[in-house]
């Protein structure tokens, strides 16, 4: 539902309508979030018991799924190596950053 604050103004200039129709807005924004984090929580805690039953039934495919579901897909970085010292240091700094 979209309310427009300008459409307020133009059809009547009083501010007890702008004011109606800004606490309105701020109402079903709260509304929507709550919902949201509901739903969130309510799908991780289905994605939790689901994993536990994979581990518990020793389904590792399917736990490794949830896993990666879960944690989120990792992105590459991409690194332009002109020469052999370039990727020498690049190579060095991916090791020490592991080592971290």
């Known amino acids: 539902m979209k309310i427009k604050k300008n459409q307020c103004l133009n059809d009547n200039n009083d501010t007890n309508d702008l004011d109606y129709v800004i606490a309105q807005y701020k109402s079903k924004d709260q509304e929507v979030k709550r919902r949201y984090k509901e739903e969130k929580n ?36 991409t690194v332009s190596v002109k020469t052999w010292t370039d990727l020498l240091t690049v190579l060095m700094k991916n090791s020490k950053d592991d080592g971290e």
Not at 51 to 57: F, R
């Open 42 to 77: 309510k799908w991780l805690e289905d994605k939790a018991q689901e994993a536990g039953s994979a581990a518990y039934n020793g389904d590792v495919k399917t736990l490794y799924r949830i896993v990666k579901d879960l944690s989120g897909r990792s992105q590459t970085q």
